[in-house]
């Protein structure tokens, strides 16, 4: 039997609402107003970044924390999706990621100096040790009753 007439039997719509998962009442006003059942395009643009890329970018982020997102904006192009660094940090911020930019840069310091000789290290300026609260040791205050 042609759909049409089953609809218009009502053999049809408990089909047609387990197939489309929704309303029957609601699949039968949109095929009346439209003439069929498919998913208007939306407005906006759409997305560069589809969640499959998101999901591998967190993943590579977990398995290696120190990856930038230059070099996460670089894997993504290899998949041809060419995506600014900011909008990868964006989607980043979604997920609860943040950067430690601190921490990477205080290690690539250490690493860079670790073989400087000791004549290098006599000419850093060392910070002074600041006493407790008491006025009695306290460098500034002492200075100025001179």
């Known amino acids: 039997m042609n759909k049409k007439k089953e609809w218009q039997i009502g053999h049809f719509n408990k089909t ?3 197939q489309l998962v929704s309303t029957v009442r609601n699949v039968i006003r949109k095929w009346k ?3 069929t059942v498919a998913v208007k395009p939306r ?5 560069k970044t589809q969640e499959q890329h998101m999901r ?3 993943r590579m982020l977990t398995y290696n924390p120190q990856i930038t997102s230059k070099d996460l904006q670089e894997h993504l192009a290899a998949d041809g999706v060419s995506v600014h660094r900011s909008t990868i940090q964006h989607n980043l911020h979604k997920e ?3 950067g430690r930019v ?3 840069n205080r290690l690539l310091y250490a690493n860079a100096h670790l073989d400087k000789p000791d ?3 006599n000419k850093v300026y060392n910070v002074l040790k600041w006493p407790s609260q008491s006025p009695d040791l306290n460098v500034i205050e002492n200075l100025w009753d001179f």
């Open 43 to 47: 407005s906006g643009r759409p997305r």
């Open 33 to 35: 107003a439209t003439g």
């Open 96 to 98: 609860h990621l943040y």
């Open 56 to 58: 591998r970018i967190v």
């Open 102 to 104: 601190m921490r990477k």
């Open 119 to 121: 004549s290098f290290w």
């Open 16 to 18: 047609l609402s387990k």
